[in-house]
């Protein structure tokens, strides 16, 4: 059965109080950004990097965005006076990747869910000092999860937000990403096809795989399939691959990620990925378009799987329009050719003039965009305290 998402999806009519005027003899001043003691939150806490925006309720004026690896490092026992940043105990994001060498660093979530509650808790608190909001300000926080979180992860992810959020909304991270993408200001544009009304969103993390179909509900679990295998498993793959390779070189999980990001691809490329490092002191070049090219075909023929088992749960009535409007987002959307080759697996494959298409450079600020925008047409009965 179907849930309805009961909060508005139409862009907001109401207009935005204003100040009071001044005195008739003076010209009134300029209409001010309304404040007030809640402030809403869009939050994709995910695996390798969250992003975060927050704004005052009643103003589209942000108080904060940020984008930071979700990271922390705790200092080593025993590190040297003045070599870490104010002597910190605990440092997060790219402070804590700078400074790995002399840290502790712990991954809050694996594969899209909490996985030490102690370290998701400090750096969601970090969060809080990033958005900045007055101390006696209520933070209501519309939060992204993975298409496949069961209950036990939102349990986790409830306790880690407990005393940091006052408020919390769970969202499915991929309908997130749809809200984010969509432009309000062409809504009433003919040839503007709104992803909120009928597409498949293809949201690839580093954690998970998500896929929902989008038609303008708030998705039901049959409207969502999911898979663990995701941007960290093709880290994976790709430094087995390089060490058997090149069984004398070890490279850290950053520099593996570097090369990925650097050189990803699916299909056939032109850049072959030819790379530089330094084994035993001396400088080695490695050759791993290959291995890259390898680890990251098998992401795309599980994006594949996962998409054909969503088409298959769309309505016979909205699957035409829902094969032009499949959409990839997440880290792994920038994987060179993943779009044209996915169309081109699905046409060979029978469907009828499928068109695939990127959500654009800006897709790590989608979901926690979306989450903001879900945040302002909540309605009050959506809100849910974390540990009531």
């Not at 940091?164 to 003919?190: Q, T, W, Y």
């Amino acid at each position: 059965m179907r849930t309805t998402f009961v909060a508005p999806l139409t862009p907001e009519t109401a207009k935005e109080k204003t100040a009071a005027p001044a005195a008739e003899t003076k010209p009134a001043p300029a209409p001010a950004p309304v404040k007030s003691d809640i402030v809403l939150v869009g939050l994709d806490f995910g695996t390798n990097k969250t992003c975060v925006k927050a704004a005052y309720g009643g103003s589209k004026e942000l108080l904060a965005s940020a984008i930071i690896p979700t990271v922390v490092g705790y200092t080593k026992e025993g590190i040297v006076e003045n070599l870490i940043p104010g002597n910190a105990k605990v440092l997060y994001g790219e402070e804590a990747l700078k400074n790995r060498l002399y840290l502790r660093c712990v991954p809050p979530l694996v594969d899209g869910v909490v996985e030490d509650l102690g370290a998701a808790r400090d750096f969601l608190r970090h969060i809080r000092q990033v958005i900045d909001a007055p101390p006696n300000a209520e933070l209501r926080a519309v939060v992204g999860v993975p298409a496949s979180s069961d209950r036990a992860a939102r349990e986790k992810l409830l306790a880690a937000v407990q005393d940091i959020f006052h408020k919390i909304i769970l969202i499915p991270e991929p309908f997130l990403a749809a809200l984010g993408v969509r432009d309000e200001s062409r809504l009433n544009d003919p040839s503007y096809i709104d992803p909120v009304r009928n597409s498949l969103f293809v949201d690839i993390g580093a954690g998970t795989t998500d896929v929902c179909l989008v038609q303008g509900y708030f998705p039901s679990p049959e409207d969502q399939v999911s898979s663990p295998f995701a941007g960290d498993r093709v880290d994976a793959l790709l430094a087995e691959a390089i060490r058997k390779q090149y069984p004398d070189v070890q490279l850290s999980l950053v520099k593996i990620r570097e090369i990925k990001e650097r050189y990803s691809y699916v299909g056939s490329t032109d850049t072959p990925a030819s790379i530089n490092v330094i084994v035993g002191g001396k400088m080695r070049r490695l050759e791993v378009t290959d291995a890259i090219g390898n680890a990251c075909d098998r992401l795309l023929r599980e994006v594949f799987e996962l998409v054909k088992t969503a088409i298959a749960r769309a309505s016979t009535d909205s699957v035409g329009e829902l094969l032009q409007n499949i959409i990839l987002t997440g880290g792994g959307s920038r994987i060179r050719n993943i779009d044209t080759e996915l169309q081109r697996m699905l046409a060979e494959e029978g469907y009828e003039k499928p068109r695939v298409q990127k959500a654009g450079d800006d897709y790590k600020e989608h979901v926690a965009k979306g989450g903001l925008a879900a945040a302002r047409q909540a309605k009050e009965s959506q809100w849910q305290q974390p540990g009531a």
